[in-house]
């Protein structure tokens, strides 16, 4: 039958298309955003499954403390790391320029990174552990099959966390395992302001800055969001400080912030500071029971490392 204006059947068959049409967009665009959360849903979950690889945390305190050998044995004055890639070769993104690196090392021409191939870096003698200055290095993730570390205290500032929040959450996990289980941080201080349970010893905004204004000792502070007004401007003013002993973390976006790190659901973080990281190939150490278990866990996963 052909479609004509002035036959009643023309009118019901169009009438009867576009209900069909309307009712399969209605089923469609819902099952695919279903399927993009599952999808995503089950990103994160299986990231959480995934246990901490003894074996990169044994290469990060290796490659750790060959920097701080190296300098040593030549009497260099290390300038600090703000971010370091370990692959098959190490690069360190130095916090000021130089020129002038002990072997293995070899700087760019700008002097703002050393490199140096991990089979040199294995030949370095060890004489002491990794220094205390390390103390605040985690690994953030993973690039193109290499691990990307970032040294919090050196960016001087605070590095805040916007996106998804279960994602926020559990990349924000991985940090503060870090710092509570690694050989190269034993002595940092974690303390929080507004989180939840497990994410270091709870204590006022005041009381948190008068631990960073002092900084003794070192520490990382994980705040929920960054305190309003004043304080807030305080904080940021003392985690700026050259040479200061604290970082910080801010599981919320905010304008005082050094780095933004959009943390999504699909495993992966983006920031101008670090570009794309892969945040799921984090492993992490299983989760006490109960507040009073965290010391026993974290003295166990020292001695295992």
């Known amino acids: 039958m052909s479609w004509s204006f002035v036959e009643p059947e023309s ?17 469609v665009i819902p099952t695919i955003v279903a399927v993009r959360r599952g999808t995503a849903t089950d990103a994160i979950a299986w990231a959480d499954q995934l246990p901490r690889d003894v074996g990169a945390t044994w290469t990060t305190d290796r490659v750790l403390r060959a920097v701080d050998a190296s300098c040593v044995a030549e009497g260099v004055v290390f300038p600090g ?52 200055a390390s103390g605040a290095v985690v690994a953030v993730g993973s690039d193109a099959g290499e691990t990307v570390l970032v040294d919090l205290r050196q960016v001087r500032g605070v590095v805040a966390l916007d996106g998804d929040r279960a994602a926020r959450e559990a990349f924000l996990r991985r940090i503060v395992d870090q710092v509570r289980t690694a050989p190269w941080t034993v002595g940092t201080t974690l303390l929080s302001v507004g989180t939840g349970p497990g994410l270091g010893t709870p204590v006022t905004v005041r009381d948190a800055i008068a631990a960073v204004a002092t900084d003794v000792p070192s520490g990382l502070l994980v705040v929920s969001r960054m305190p309003a007004g004043e304080d807030g401007r305080e904080l940021a003013r ?24 959009d943390v999504r659901r699909d495993g992966r973080h983006v920031s101008d500071a670090l570009g794309t990281v892969q945040w799921s190939s984090l492993g992490v150490s299983p989760v006490p029971s109960t507040d009073a278990d965290t010391a026993t866990v974290e003295a166990d996963a020292r001695e295992r490392a």
């Open 11 to 27: 009118h019901l068959l169009l009438t009867m298309s576009v209900v069909v049409f309307l009712a399969t967009l209605a089923f």
């Open 81 to 132: 790391a703000l971010r370091i890639v370990i692959g098959s070769v190490v690069r360190l993104d130095l916090a000021s320029p130089t020129t002038a690196p002990p072997a293995p090392w070899t700087a760019t021409p700008d002097g703002r990174s050393w490199w140096a191939p991990m089979a040199a870096l294995q030949a370095v003698p060890l004489t002491a552990a990794a220094p205390t």
């Open 238 to 261: 003392l985690l700026e400080r050259r040479g200061g002993r604290w970082a910080c973390v801010a599981a919320a976006p905010h304008a005082l912030a050094r780095w933004t790190l």
